[in-house]
């Protein structure tokens, strides 16, 4: 990782780079599993709700995702919710909501 590049999200939260991993294989969606040790942590959302620590994978879309969107919630082993944001098979957005701390 060069000094320019956004932090990896395995390396910011490798707690949560190993949680989506195995949420990810017990829903048997191994391709995204598979991109998960790759993901950066582009922008963190801006909504500032207390219980949102989202974050983008890729740059912030001008408006909707579109034609190949698709939610993929997960059952995470914490409390809360974890949702993926996929478009045509990548992974987008990372939906982190009523969780604990992150940081």
Partial sequence: ?????PPLVSSQW???A??????????GEDDLA???TAL?????CGCDDDFCQSFYTAPEPAG???PGHRNVG???SKPGYLILDVVK??????EVLYRPSLS
Avoid: C, K
Wanted: proline share 8%.
């Fill in 34 to 36: 598979n991109q998960v």
């Fill in 18 to 27: 190993a949680e989506l991993i195995t949420a990810l294989r017990e829903e």
């Fill in 14 to 16: 490798p707690h949560l």
């Fill in 1 to 5: 990782m060069t000094p320019d590049e």
């Fill in 74 to 76: 997960l059952s995470p």
């Fill in 89 to 94: 098979g990548q992974i987008m957005y990372v």
């Fill in 40 to 44: 950066h942590v582009l922008q963190r």
């Fill in 64 to 66: 909707a995702y579109g």
